[in-house]
């Protein structure tokens, strides 16, 4: 018998994370887990390959695990499957699902509109682009899941994923629990250059996890942050990255003292700064401390990685089992 999963969540293995990363997917995702709610941590190796050479993204695969280790991601409370553990049944039930959606309807996701909009032309973009929401509809019934922990630019593909639920279940019978966006607090950390999103993209305004301390400060000192008595959107960025990095009690409320003193005129971006730059460098001291023994066993992460490919193999192999029974019956 298959299972539902509560908690479902994939990440790309596209290259190094950024601290808004940690802020914006993992911290959720901690929270999860210490509520004991067992999420589903799963490395979305095909999905990455819509955009990146599959040699290049099996590089990033243990990389990627190892930086969530580090990060706090206990794998005896969260599952870590790589997707393609399972690929022979996630591919197998995309074929069903996708026969129930139609191409007009996959042409009108925004994201797909979107990006034919930023410049992807039908021409050129290759047919995984187009079959994303499917095989992200996949991912989540393969394992049953009812919540999806999703940012803004993803409720769109989560729509997909319950339409084709509840098509499957008039059609063959009610066996899919239709998924939900799990709503997490939207978190958008700028660029320290201004006011785009960070972004492993513009790597002169990110801090990488794997930034030496030495140089997040360097970008911090040229950040951006606010005149006398102005609250910008960069400074409240700041702001959350000091208070999000695993900051005390009395660094916190330092950081409140200061803004109340900027918002009152006084000069005190200098004294800000400064906080900043202590806060972000022990948090890239710390995790880099972590991350440097884990990776000194390989072996522990090879086994974290069979271990959760074992249980979602059993999982998604009864699902399939199940929704065939219910298309062949
Ligand atoms: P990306 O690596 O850009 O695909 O982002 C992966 C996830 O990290 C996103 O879905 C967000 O949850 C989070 N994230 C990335 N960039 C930011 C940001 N600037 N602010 C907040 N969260 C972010």
Redesign the pocket.
Known sequence: MSTEVNILTG??P??N??I??Y????K?LLELQEKGEKPFLFVADLHAITDYEPHEVKKYIKELVADYLALGINPEKTTIYVQSAIKAEVMTLSIYLARLTTVAELLRVPTIKDKIKKGQKPESANALLFFYPVLMASDILIQKSKKIP??E??VAHLEVAKMLAERFNKKYGNFFTLPKVHQ?K??????LKGDS?????LPEGAIFLTDTPAEAEKKLNKAQTAMDKQMTPSLESLVLIAKGLNSTEAEQKQIDEIIVQHKSGQQVMGQFKKLVIAIVKRFLQDFQAKRAEIVKNKKNIDSILENGAKVAIENARATLFEVEKHLYR
Not at 23 to 26: M, W, Y
Not at 197 to 201: E, F, T, Y
């Open positions: 990440v790309r596209t290259g994370l950024t808004a990363n802020l914006g997917a993992v959720p999703v940012g630019d993803q997490v939207s978190l958008r950390i700028l660029s999103k960070m972004s492993k993209s």
